[in-house]
């Protein structure tokens, strides 16, 4: 089993910055590929972005590409998202999560989740 903790997040101005951290333990970190996904109010989660287990391949949605940089660190066991030129629509909470195969919405282990709000 992984347990996953979130940290980071918070409020921030449109334009501004936030990173987003993820610490895994129970299981060797390295074995997990790792994303991270978000859920605005009323809306279903939706992917953001993934790292595979080597941090050799990444992923993203179209909607945060060139702005958000997902990043791992398997010495640490952490996981970071770094989230700059936010927008309002990037309000949401943030997940990570942890798969052994491909992260998706329906992988086995989450974080907590953490509030992202962006103001206007």
């Known amino acids: 089993q992984v347990q996953l903790v979130q940290s980071g997040g918070g409020l921030v101005q449109a334009g501004g910055s936030l990173r987003l951290s993820c610490l895994g333990s129970g299981r060797t970190f390295s074995n997990y590929a790792m994303g991270w996904f978000r859920q605005a109010p009323g809306k279903e989660r939706e992917f953001v972005a993934a790292?595979?287990?080597?941090?050799?391949?990444?992923g993203y949605a179209d909607s945060v590409k060139g702005r958000f940089t997902i990043s791992r660190d398997n010495a640490k066991n952490t996981v970071y998202l770094q989230m700059n030129s936010l927008k309002p629509e990037d309000t949401a909470v943030y997940y990570c999560?942890?798969?052994?195969?491909?992260?998706?919405?329906?992988?086995?282990?989450w974080g907590q989740g953490t509030q992202v709000t962006v103001s206007s």
């Open positions: 790292i595979n287990r080597s941090g050799g391949w990444l």
């Open positions: 999560a942890a798969d052994r195969a491909l992260v998706t919405s329906r992988s086995e282990y």
